[in-house]
């Protein structure tokens, strides 16, 4: 059995973290921490819980959470990378789900992020947790940033078309991308109000968001034309009145060169062995909650002008867009089966 | 034109005041309070205002105040209680739609709120804002207290049967109350983040709610037994993951004296001249957005058993339950037309 | 392994059995009927399915679903009756969903329902599949009739109050019931339309309701008091504007000797032993949320008399109210732990 | 006054028109006719309507619509053609609400609609609606086409920046447009039901809608460059979980000529006498509640780039969208204020 310790389990990460990991058959959840609700069952927090854990919140102990196997940080942004090295060296391997170990680029995650990161050289280290597209690096790592819920959808959309050079034009990459409102997490703000967002739809981050500069910086790497340059790619989030959900509409410039492959055998090909990835057919396009509570990810593929392809990405912001793909990188950081404690299928209606 | 003041402008409340008062032909809205937003327009909070007024919040000045025909307290309970004596000495009218001149008997405001009432003999000189009820009453008055949202629909589902004696049995009446989320107001709390009340439904206050006591004393007034005692009523409320809507479902026990009554017949006749009242015909039912940013409220009455009857009553809460019955209470004690302003037809779908 | 089939897997309950029972570790499906969907993968119809079944849609052939171990008839009321004799002269066990074998007084069920009942013998035989408080019987039956949503939360509820008797005034007991919108199946109605429902609340069935005889009967078994007669209760069900959840509030007249006891202490002790009910602590009560996409029913006590007790129950009425609760009764049926495949945590936020 | 007919009243923009046209000060609606609810009361399918209207609906007699100053059509495509030239030719003005009257070109209409159109020397005589842009000639039109939800949007998004040439890259236009589920109609169609649409968040008609080619044509009648081809806009709708409300956000490359200009001057002073245009502050964004129940429309202006120009376009669709839009250009065929009885206020929240 995994021991594992979550850091931060009040937020809807934290919750939905426990959620898929108390029914994973390979681990044991055995510290839960929060500096607020020290002392508190966590089935208190959440009722969904009761009677299925006795798990109480505690303090941050780094004592302890060194006896862990894994240490989850469901945590605002910054709080991972001030434990990781100690986790580190206590061979504890560590999964942030927050912004800590995504971006390289130390000015730029400084700029959107406000702050100064403290262990520069373990981020260097560490591997970023698009399971599907770094796989191989991720079995190795001792710590692991786990990808941006918009991020996640953009690079599965884009990577087959990537891996190749020459199929698209990089620089008009255009992303319309909505939400649920789960995605902004569990505050009391009054922007987050249910009377302020229900029956409501709107654009936000349109002049610039944080996932941009991780996806263009993600794109680079994916990239198999090292020259190719993503600053300019158009990204614009919007919040849809639901609770979990997202999709992507990408737009995308084919080359004369990609404008002559079949993208669909492309895709088809390129996520044939994958289990958590579904392209599907031509002709129909996914929605959100064909993926509702499952580490699913579903994408279309439409060409509408020889050279012009809409591709659709949907996934449930809270697990292929956070705890399921944490859970994800867990297994293959631990040699288990990928899938494991993961095969939950979507609620619908 | 009456110059109409008004005092906490930043909740729900306070801007669904001035989307009547703003089409109200015979009102200016002539000043507009916060703590918090001084100096700001309003229509930088609220966007649908824009272009509809120059209105700008301003700290609350008991002076300027003093130069309006009418104040509305739009604010947290406790509020009006403060400055009402100031203003109806300046020969302004008061309407206060929290909760500081709904009830009459101290000790029992004091156990529900939490405060101590600061002008008890103004208070009792204040007239309860059921409009159709205490018509006469308001005419007169110097202050009103507008009713809570539940209570409204409680007195008015249930008056054409209390004003006789005999007719059902007080002590067994029960209501089954259900509201959207609008009801608890404008505030930055977790419990009324959107993720925590969309797709779910719960009751609250199921020990005891604030509303309970309005409407055992609010009923005792109306009943033309003066030896009913309603202490006992059952009340319990529900909350719905929608914006607006309030719907009562109130069951009553008739006697048998009631129940060979025609009911259907007496609340026709008894609702017969009132605008905003609609008694359903035998057989429907009536639905929340019926009377959606409307200010209407529509009641069904259903005989299930010879002597039991079912009354569901629906209402925007934040129209005749809140500023549509408070603008209708101004025009009362204006001497204007009763819907003056309020004539506008529920938004369906 | 039990192999199952499916007859009627076009509707809510049907897609919600085989969420259920893909992920059964001891079940395998092997038929799926549709009268209309005849030839087409499931996977077209729900896209939450595709990569997780290869099941296609066949026309209903008896000979096939006698080779089965269970069918679950996930169709219209009087499709089961018609097929059951069949299949259990072939050893093939039956849960049916609808209504079929829900109420054993013939005259009620034709009145309700509007259907002659075409095998009355085996309705006696059949077994009506309230798994906690049917458990030994539900072992030995070849037929069950799976209960319908409102009355399991009702019978649930009020178990432990009428299993001795004089606790509670039988003919005094009220519910008042919500449900979200998918209780009503999928179809293709105009009174189901989203923009009819979404934002809005109603009350439906008030004057009568198919679930008031079917609670009237069981609850008459339940009862430890025989002379008891139920005939009276009140039963009024709402549309709450979710996709699942249900909640009723039952209002109880204690007996002295009922509110004598320490009701909260009765209940505890009662649902001990249940994997699938939990009581509340005191004080707090139970939100629909939090048995979202699970088969678990939750509960609250509150006493806001000396004599009068409220008791809320929530369960998603697609699991624990249909599909969850018919493989819970399969898997007493066949001998299997109750809870297998049962066990997936509530979806929340 | 005016009177006036509608025909086809059992939809949601033909219960939108009742709801602005019955409290317009200089209409009477003396007409109102189904095919399917002939004799029924309206305010029967309405309950909103219940106490403001004795309107009945009858079949469609040609003489008794002549009658009438003005005849709506808000049926669906194809009806109002048949009628038009009958009613021109008795002196009525003809206002249609689908889309017999939109496109000039008959081979586009017949491609996209499946119907010949029965009068197109009318059609060439008759004006598309979009009231801001084709003011002058509305006011002497006898038959006007009033414009699709989504292509209202785009229009007025784009008309400052097409009004001089030269200032944007006409072919790289990108429309990613969300609508309210309301768009879709009332119909009681599968696809349209409450809990397949709920919580939930899909593209469609990213193949093709029928949208594109009206908003090519009447793009190509705005632009000053009449060279300009706008063929290859892309333009993809998706559908949100919510009853009204629409947003497009408009992606346009602008050219060195247009990056020089201060586009948000621009828009302000195109817009500056129009009552139901609103150009943001720069900064901000709308949302679609700021616009719901509103015959307003929102925008804003936002350069991510140094030749990239996000627009971001609200309004109501059943309002601006469809209804409102229709009785401003009703107002301004007969001469009336703009925007008389429809200065009502966003219902917001």
Chains 1, 2, 3, 4 share one sequence.
């Not at 966590?42 to 009761?50: M, V």
């Not at 057919?281 to 002008?305: A, C, F, H, Y």
Request: net charge negative; aromatic share 6%; with cysteine.
């Amino acid at each position: 059995m995994i021991s594992v310790g979550i850091v931060g389990g009040t937020g809807y990460t934290g919750v939905e973290l426990l959620r898929i990991l108390l029914r994973h058959p390979d681990v044991t959840v055995t510290t839960l921490t929060s500096r607020t609700e020290a002392g508190k069952p966590i089935a208190n927090l959440f009722p969904s819980l009761r009677g299925q854990t006795e798990l109480t919140f505690s303090d941050l102990d780094i004592e302890e959470l060194k006896q862990c196997d894994v240490v989850f940080f469901a945590t605002p942004h910054g709080v991972a990378m001030k434990h990781a090295e100690a986790l580190v060296a206590a061979n504890t391997k560590v999964i942030d789900l927050a912004a800590d170990f995504r971006i390289q680029n130390l000015d730029v995650f400084e700029k959107w992020y406000g702050l100064k990161h403290t262990c520069p050289e373990l981020l260097q280290q560490s591997v970023y947790g698009l399971s599907e597209l770094r796989r191989e690096q991720i079995k190795h790592a001792s710590v692991v940033g786990n990808p941006g819920c918009y991020p996640t959808t953009v690079q599965l959309g884009l990577a087959p078309l990537l891996q190749q050079a020459g199929l698209i034009v990089p620089e008009r990459i255009l992303i319309d991308a909505k939400s649920g409102v789960s995605g902004a997490g569990r505050k009391a703000e009054l922007s987050l109000v249910y009377s302020e967002n229900a029956d409501n739809f709107k654009a936000y981050g349109v002049a610039g968001h944080r996932h941009h500069p991780e996806i263009v910086e993600a794109l680079g790497v994916i990239a198999a034309d090292t020259t190719a340059s993503f600053d300019n790619i158009i990204f614009v989030p919007h919040l849809v009145p639901m609770i979990r959900g997202m999709l992507s509409t990408i737009y995308v410039d084919l080359t004369d060169k990609g404008a002559a492959l079949d993208i669909q055998a492309l895709y088809e090909m390129f996520y044939a062995d994958e289990y958590f990835v579904d392209v599907m057919p031509q002709g129909s396009v996914p929605d959100t909650r064909s993926v509702r509570g499952s580490n699913m990810l579903r994408m279309s593929l439409t060409k509408i002008q020889p050279n012009k392809l809409v591709i659709v990405v949907v996934q449930d912001n809270l697990v292929k867009g956070a705890a399921g793909q944490a859970v994800q990188n867990m297994n293959i950081m631990c040699g288990l089966s990928e899938n494991l404690g993961l095969t939950g299928i979507a609620l619908l209606p």
